[in-house]
């Protein structure tokens, strides 16, 4: 089994601050993880992934992501944000064996909203 | 690129009919999709995993009579809500995956969801 926690449920932040949205996972197996980006009443975008291996990972619109083994956690990084960041973002892992094996766990995502 | 078409958007409708909702990877064959489920700010609950050319596997909990999914092609996957009732009211979210490589590294791409209220 597997599961993902998203520790803040709500992140409020200035535009131009940084910003940084935590995300936990726990797996009995390898796993790919991945932030997706939510706008209202829209599906889900691919932000960035993780397969393997470097550990951190970019997007084309400056976010960043470090995938931390020994502390199985996944945080999406921002160093400046802009007020078209605002959505809301979910954390996943998909098992690379086992049970889980294809399957997307989603955390219960972050509402970044940023205030000008 | 990787485009996923979910068709209608939006569909309002009375308690007892039932509604089918289309999900289609236009740029690409999805040999797998997905169909989730996501009430009022949670996160997406995967309903079932739909594979062309055989039965859709459903999650626990899911009623398989009440939520008939059908994947005739490897381009179109369909959810039917079958005698919908206003518990059943939510927003539904396809994905679909593009085959090859390892099977678990493939991202799902999404459709932008279909938010089905029943009257």
């Known amino acids: 089994a597997q599961s993902v926690t998203q520790l803040d449920s709500q992140v409020p932040v200035f535009e131009e601050a940084p910003v940084e949205l935590r995300c936990n996972y726990s797996s009995s197996v390898s796993v790919y993880l991945f932030w997706y980006v939510q706008y209202p009443n829209q599906g889900l975008q691919l932000l960035l992934k993780y397969l393997s291996g470097s550990t951190l990972v970019e997007s084309i619109n400056g976010f960043e992501a470090e995938f931390n083994k020994s502390q199985t956690s996944f945080h999406l990084r921002k160093p400046s944000v802009h007020i078209s960041d605002t959505a809301e973002y979910f954390c996943a892992v998909r098992g690379a064996g086992g049970t889980s094996y294809g399957k997307l766990t989603f955390g219960q995502g972050t509402i970044l909203t940023v205030h000008p | 690129g990787a485009v996923v078409s979910q068709h209608p958007s939006r569909v309002i409708c009375k308690s007892g009919t039932s509604v089918k909702i289309e999900c289609r990877s236009l740029d690409f064959q999805a040999t797998t999709m997905f169909w989730y489920r996501q009430f009022p700010k949670q996160s997406l609950m995967l309903m079932a995993t739909?594979?062309?050319?055989?039965?859709?596997?459903?999650e626990q909990g899911v009623e398989k009579d009440k939520f008939l999914i059908n994947h005739a092609s490897l381009t179109l996957s369909t959810l039917t809500v079958t005698s919908a009732h206003p518990e059943d009211s939510s927003f539904y979210i396809c994905?679909?995956?593009?085959?090859?490589?390892?099977?678990?590294?493939?991202?799902?791409?999404f459709g932008d969801g279909t938010r089905l209220s029943i009257l």
């Open positions: 739909s594979n062309e050319g055989s039965k859709a596997t459903y």
């Open positions: 994905s679909a995956q593009k085959p090859g490589g390892v099977y678990g590294n493939q991202p799902q791409h």
